[in-house]
């Protein structure tokens, strides 16, 4: 450090138009200077090695990855970073708000990076084409938007459009830009690792380097004196209360710290905390553990094979759970079928790969703990941390920060226990955040899945049965794999009538990383066996794809494979048909370029259909939500349903403004955080616009019916918001409330709205016969695909996707869930596998880039449910079920080949190619 302050004392360069001079080591990262020393946070930070691209900064007029970049090289030079980039760069004033009308931002945490890379080519070309602005952002990966509506915002950045006010009475259905979306613009939403306190001591966690092993503590006092910088060490004997957690607590088992024996790698065994810089410079190889490996159970088959050895010793088997759905008599209807399909499905690990890796702080207050995280559950947080440090659950406080993506995996505690346990025994606050290695190696993944399914029809096309079998990898501990295993065998079917079935699902434990939510718990991996077989049978019969399901399609008056009989919002067969336009076009497309062609590249055309119950299987799944009126006639709505990029945060107060009968723009946001906001469940399975929707939509009309009461007037009564009072018609009676002059309550509100809602289920029995959601979204894709007979490429051409949403509570967030929604799916199907141990970046673990991604067309069909508000049915997860299945039939469509192990890679279709062919 001297060496280098005698060299080089001082950096001095301009940032976002002001001269900055700082005293700091030129090889530091800019990246790092930027955050801490200047404290502009808008520059993320996701992987520390170039190959996400959240920390692009302009460097005279340039983009560039900040992370990259020695802080040395910013020398006499001009950086602008996303803070900055209205006054500074005039070529992109208008993108920011074009980036809001789009809907180009979806979490936030790649949106500043994507904006910096956008106003580097707009300060070159001011009307560019879309081949231009891909590769302008192809530095930039996004894990939300599926890259079409970032791109569309680029091409109109040009063009002004002031937002239109939305009038009382008419949220719902508007394309409102989202109201949490000037911070996501302007860099100052915060995520998990950009509140950090200054005075914060830094975690980082002693890991396995074994998929299982024993291990054994060396001297750590004598490791702790030897690095000054150390505070503490805390091992499973610091755990104040249950070093166990899980979020499903009668199957919690995975512990804080492993005590004697770890089964994944990556599992935590100990952490040291201590002073920032001390702690960053530990070559934690050197901490003093022994490592014992041990045999490990890799793959399920293992796992179950007699006499394996148990991961756990109460779960005989090595089987966590069971899930079964028998109806009518399956063997029988398959033995007298017409036509049979079957066969065996493989799918792998999936890491979730979101921008931002887990962070947050923790600081004991009095004998309260406050956790600051990215999370999707901030109640069940609460309760997991109450149980680690022995306390009640009032006792804990969770402060979600804004969340980088989630899809499922920032449902499940990560850095969390950690911080809690070392800053409850400490003076100081305490934060994590995980590297991008420690991130994939260490969280959640999709469930691998070895599938085997029979399927049968008449001649007529109609389907009669399907015998489903599979078994899920859940891994070392719980996680999801009960909500898998359970929510496999009631969607299996697809969404269709099938009056004889059967499907088995167990969750089987190993030694790997475990498996957890993502994006649909399951349903994507049957979807991949079902969809196909279901082609296979069309084929047989000589018919149409397309046509057959929709012959097949259920019915609202049909009992689903549970024996529910859904009644109105059944929109499936307005999906299929919706596609049967675009079907031929792209038949017509694909054959008259097969035909022009050398055989070389051939094109094809998949179909695929998808049902998903919204919220929890047949279990209770309530949310709770508070509007609330001030003596100045703003609105606080506490909503605490947590924001990952679905957009609960305008989609919620759309639903309780129209309910209230309020304008939009007088409501005011109040955010999960576990002392203020009732509980709003968690951010997963599809459920926060139908559940916290209805919610919300209760609310509001309590609200409603409170006012009316006060004014004498009946409940349909006209509101007129007037400032601090408001006016009531009632017909021919009109009365005033003046707001100002009712009481307060403790927190200043005036009149008060509150209501929970919970889906009416009921449980399953034994067959797995009963009601286990209130609704289903419906869905169905199809996808152009191009397959390089020589090389195994595929390319996607285009994606159709028709959804039954119920009601677009609002078309622009619902089209970008679907076009992310389908980058997942195309992921899935094309290039995405996780293999433990190896590729632990986002360099060898890839994801689609913009230029992986086609245009999505989006077809929104309104099927309403009389249960959602409004009609509305959730969207997360059933934009992505059928991606993967129609791009797998659209690449036997075209080159005559069944891909039954996914991903799809080059090498899996040449080999199958050449099979058919019979070349070596």
């Known amino acids: 450090m001297m060496l280098e302050r005698a060299v080089h004392p001082t950096l001095s360069f301009t940032l976002n138009g002001d001269a900055i001079t700082l005293d700091t080591a030129p090889a530091k990262r800019l990246s790092k200077v930027l955050r801490e020393e200047c404290g502009l946070t808008g520059t993320k930070v996701g992987c520390d090695a170039g190959d996400c691209g959240a920390c692009t900064v302009l460097i005279n007029g340039e983009a560039i990855c900040a992370c990259l970049t020695a802080a040395g090289q910013a020398e006499g030079r001009t950086i602008v970073t996303v803070e900055g980039l209205k006054n500074n760069v005039p070529a992109a004033a208008g993108l920011a708000d074009s980036f809001l009308r789009h809907g180009a931002a979806q979490c936030g945490i790649c949106t500043p990076a994507m904006l910096m890379a956008a106003s580097a080519l707009l300060a070159r070309v001011a009307e560019p084409d879309e081949a231009q602005v891909q590769e302008?952002?192809?530095?930039?990966?996004?894990?939300?938007?599926?890259?079409?509506?970032?791109?569309?915002?680029?091409?109109?950045?040009?063009?002004?459009?002031?937002?239109?006010?939305?009038?009382?009475?008419?949220?719902?259905?508007?394309?409102?830009?989202?109201?949490?979306?000037?911070?996501k613009v302007g860099g100052t939403d915060l995520f998990g690792a950009d509140d950090i306190p200054g005075d914060a001591l830094l975690l980082r966690a002693i890991r396995s380097p074994h998929h299982r092993a024993r291990f054994r503590f060396g001297d750590l006092e004598r490791y702790a004196a030897r690095h000054p910088g150390i505070v503490r060490i805390f091992t499973a004997t610091d755990v104040p209360g249950e070093n166990c957690y899980g979020v499903i607590p009668p199957l919690a088992d995975q512990p804080v710290f492993a005590v004697h024996e770890t089964r994944f790698r990556g599992e935590a065994v100990a952490a040291v905390v201590g002073q920032r810089e001390s702690i960053e410079a530990l070559d934690l190889a050197d901490f003093p553990i022994a490592w014992e490996e041990l045999p490990a159970h890799i793959a399920t088959a293992d796992a179950v094979a007699p006499d394996a050895a148990l991961v756990h010793a109460h779960r005989a088997e090595n089987i966590l759970v069971r899930g079964r759905v028998v109806r009518g008599h399956v063997d029988e209807a398959l033995a007298e079928a017409d036509a049979i399909a079957e066969g065996e499905f493989e799918t792998g690990f999936v890491e979730h790969a979101y921008i931002e890796p887990e962070a947050g702080f923790a600081r004991r207050v009095g004998d309260r703990i406050e956790v600051q995280a990215c999370t999707q559950s901030p109640y069940m947080d609460r309760d997991d941390i109450a149980r680690i440090l022995s306390l009640s659950p009032d006792a804990v406080r969770i402060l979600p920060t804004a969340v980088g993506g989630g899809f499922g995996s920032k449902l499940d505690l990560s850095v969390q226990p950690f911080i809690a346990v070392a800053a409850w025994h400490l003076p100081y606050p305490v934060y994590m955040i995980y590297s991008r290695q420690e991130s994939i190696m260490t969280t959640t993944k999709r469930h691998p899945s070895m599938m085997r399914a029979r399927a049968g029809a008449d001649k007529t096309?109609?389907?009669?049965?399907?015998?489903?079998?599979?078994?899920?990898?859940?891994?070392?501990?719980?996680s999801w794999g009960p909500t898998v295993a359970n929510r496999v065998p009631v969607h299996a079917s697809g969404p269709y009538y099938v009056p004889h079935y059967r499907a088995l699902s167990r969750a089987v434990h190993t030694h790997l990383v475990p498996a957890g939510a993502f994006r649909g718990f399951g349903v994507p991996q049957a979807s991949i066996a079902q969809e196909q077989l279901y082609d296979e049978l069309a084929e047989k019969l000589g018919l149409d794809r397309l046509e057959f399901r929709i012959t097949n399609a259920l019915r609202a008056d049909q009992p689903t494979v549970t024996g529910q009989v859904l009644g109105a919002g059944v929109g499936i067969r307005a999906c299929f048909e919706a596609l049967r336009p675009h079907w031929r076009r792209a038949h017509d497309h694909a054959k008259a370029f097969n035909t022009k062609t050398d055989g070389t590249r051939r094109r094809g055309v998949g179909v695929a259909g998808m049902w998903y119950g919204c919220g929890n299987t047949s279990l209770a799944n309530p949310s709770t939500i508070r509007v609330a009126l001030k003596a100045d006639g703003r609105i606080a709505l506490h909503q605490g349903a947590v924001d990952i990029g679905q957009g609960s945060n305008t989609v919620i107060p759309q639903i309780c403004a129209d309910a209230l009968g309020a304008p939009l723009a007088l409501f005011d946001l109040i955010g999960p955080d576990t002392d203020i906001t009732p509980d709003a469940g968690k951010t997963s399975a599809s459920r926060q616009t139908f559940v916290t929707g209805k919610a919300a939509q209760l609310a509001g009309l309590d609200l409603r019916q409170t006012i009316a009461r006060l004014a004498n007037a009946r409940e349909d009564a006209h509101l007129s918001f007037q400032g601090d009072a408001i006016e009531v018609r009632d017909h021919d009676h009109v009365s005033t409330l003046q707001l100002d002059q009712l009481p307060r309550d403790e927190r200043g509100y005036v009149l008060i709205g509150e209501a929970t809602f919970d889906p009416p289920t009921s449980p399953l029995d034994a067959d797995g016969q009963g009601d286990p959601y209130a609704l289903y979204g419906f869905g169905a894709h199809m996808a152009e695909v191009e397959v390089d007979m020589e090389l195994g490429r595929v390319r996607v051409l285009k994606i159709t996707a028709a959804h039954d949403v119920g009601r677009a509570i609002n078309p622009t967030l619902i089209e970008g869930q679907v076009e992310g929604g389908a980058a997942q799916g195309l992921g899935l199907a094309l290039m995405e596998e996780f293999h433990p141990g190896r590729g632990e970046s986002l360099h060898d673990y890839l994801i689609p880039t913009v230029g992986d991604m086609p245009p999505v067309e989006t077809i929104l069909i309104e099927d309403a449910s009389p249960v959602g508000p409004f009609g509305a049915k959730g969207i997360g997860e059933q934009a992505l079920i059928p991606t993967a299945p129609a791009i797998l039939n659209g690449i036997y469509d075209a080159a005559g080949v069944r891909i039954r192990k996914v991903p799809a890679t080059p090498d899996r279709v040449r080999a199958a190619i050449q099979k058919k062919e019979g070349r070596p």
Request: charged content about 20%; hydrophobic content about 45%; aromatic content about 6%.
């Open 136 to 183: 302008a952002i192809a530095g930039v990966l996004c894990r939300c938007t599926g890259y079409r509506k970032i791109i569309d915002a680029i091409l109109d950045a040009g063009r002004s459009a002031a937002p239109q006010p939305v009038a009382s009475g008419a949220a719902v259905g508007a394309r409102v830009p989202r109201l949490d979306g000037q911070r």
């Open 461 to 478: 096309g109609k389907l009669i049965g399907l015998d489903f079998h599979a078994d899920f990898n859940t891994g070392a501990y719980a």
